[in-house]
């Protein structure tokens, strides 16, 4: 079955996906892709391989279900680094700055993106005891963080992805909100701001707002509003920064007693915890859009074999940072989520910005959400729970077994919606006609 592909798609796979020879030649077809990535997927099953190499590689020919771009890039490949998504901690001194550093870049040197959270480091201006220095501050390290991401592509095919949180009640908090409006300083970082309940609290009170060192040590005093207007104002000028609602995810933590969460992959729809990553695949919904209605029999079929396509992935996966290989195989996170949203509901004649439309898009979150933890459980019977499980969120719910931590999310799907020729994430459909950038300098013609 040779996959129906846009000329758009197949342009994006050579430039990007289909493996080359060392000249740089294309030397396999977006068919054998596909074979190539179902085989390594499957190759983990103890039993019964070949059914499910072939259940893999018929979802995603029918351009039903894609996996994250570097397990398409890498998977059956030596080496191959397979997860989209880290998240890795920065300690308080030069040591850990540089070290982190060092992980990101060989994240990013594989194909994989990268979240930081810079709230553990010292405010600018402060005093350094070991060197009798001043400390530069946070911002100052997203910098070189920046300047090393724009030297080492993602993998050799694409430059490294980058998200940065600060806390709110950090003392360079101001600094850090007003640090891409230039629009030239950061360039490879997307930012949030990590809003806390305190926060949130004086904001909606007109109350004042304690910044303070990462050791608790009060610096001064801000008006909350005075804060929250220059996040409205920055965000306004340039899209930065957004908001990361801290206190509020880790209330739904799903293994507290692993750490706290500080940060998210780079685009936010992955919260995970330091060293940890996770791999995520989207199913095109719009391709289950018929004449009689939406194929809900087909989607929950679906979503089984990506949610134990997912699950394979971190066994096979080749982790460039041993840390993260060990917190990424006790918690087993995995993130099934959507694209084409906006095409299942232009086939069924629902307008984006109606009630139906919302109605629409919680009963198919809903019911990917139950089927995926469906999905996992099944499989947690025939492979064993995630080993994190005692004491995790679904334990103390009672929930039965599950194989993964997490089992869905929502991506911007930007680049593997184009091979599936559908719209990406749950986004709107931006016009009838429009030009593309891409990487590579070209611009691609969407209609």
């Known amino acids: 079955m040779e996959p129906l592909l846009s000329e758009n798609a197949k342009l994006v796979l050579e430039k990007r996906y289909l493996s080359q020879d060392p000249l740089g030649n294309v030397v396999e ?52 680094q397979l997860s989209a998504c880290y998240v890795l901690p920065i300690e308080d001194s030069l040591d850990g700055i540089f070290e982190t550093l060092k992980y990101a870049a060989k994240i990013h040197q594989s194909g994989g993106g990268t979240g930081f959270s810079f709230s553990r480091l010292r405010s600018s201006g402060s005093q350094v005891k ?3 220095g001043i400390a530069s501050g946070p911002v100052s390290f997203m910098k070189i963080y920046d300047e090393t991401t724009e030297i080492i592509k993602q993998g050799g095919v694409r430059r490294g992805a980058n998200m940065a949180v600060l806390r709110a009640d950090h003392p360079d908090i101001f600094e850090f909100i007003n640090s ?53 104002q920055s965000a306004w000028e340039c899209g930065d920064p957004g908001l990361v609602f801290l206190d509020r995810i880790n209330l739904f933590n799903p293994t507290p007693k692993c750490g706290e969460i500080e940060s998210t992959n780079p685009c936010g729809e992955q919260p995970l915890l330091p060293y940890e990553s ?27 074999i990506a949610v134990r396509f997912l699950d394979n992935v971190i066994d096979i996966n080749f982790f460039p940072i041993t840390k993260s290989k060990k917190i990424t195989l006790k918690n087993r996170k995995i993130g099934l989520g959507v694209m084409g949203f ?39 019977k025939q492979k064993g729970r995630f ?15 599950l194989r993964n931590a997490t089992v869905s ?21 931006f016009s009838d006609i429009y030009y593309k950038n891409v990487l590579s300098g070209e611009k691609l013609l969407e209609v």
């Not at 085989?39 to 894609?66: C, G, H, N």
């Not at 004042?208 to 509003?225: Q, W, Y």
């Open 29 to 80: 077809t977006p068919k054998e892709m596909f074979q190539r990535v179902a085989r390594a997927v499957a190759s983990i099953e103890k039993k019964e391989k070949q059914k499910w190499e072939k259940r893999f590689f018929k979802l995603m020919t029918a351009l039903k279900f894609l996996p994250n771009s570097p397990t398409l890039m890498n998977a059956g490949k030596p080496h191959g």
């Open 130 to 132: 070991t060197s009798r």
């Open 180 to 232: 891409k409006r230039d629009q030239k300083s950061i360039c490879n970082f997307n930012i949030s701001v990590g809003a806390t309940e305190d926060f949130m609290c004086a904001l909606m009170n007109d109350k004042s707002f304690i910044l303070k060192e990462p050791n608790g040590k009060a610096v001064k005093e801000v008006k909350a509003t005075e804060l929250f207007d220059n996040i409205v």
């Open 278 to 304: 996770c791999n995520l695949g989207s199913l095109n919904v719009g391709a289950y859009v018929k004449e009689n209605g939406f194929d809900w029999d087909g989607f929950y079929d679906d979503i089984k």
């Open 342 to 380: 906006a095409d299942a509901l232009l086939l069924q004649k629902i307008p984006y910005d109606s009630e139906s439309a919302v109605c629409f898009g919680e009963k198919l979150m809903s019911f990917l959400d139950h089927v995926a933890k469906l999905a996992s459980h099944e499989l947690a």
């Open 387 to 401: 080993p994190n499980w005692k004491g995790s969120l679904w334990d103390h719910l009672g929930y039965p077994y």
């Open 409 to 429: 999310t929502v991506a911007p799907t930007g680049t593997i919606s184009m091979i599936a020729g559908c719209s990406s994430g749950i986004e709107p459909i």
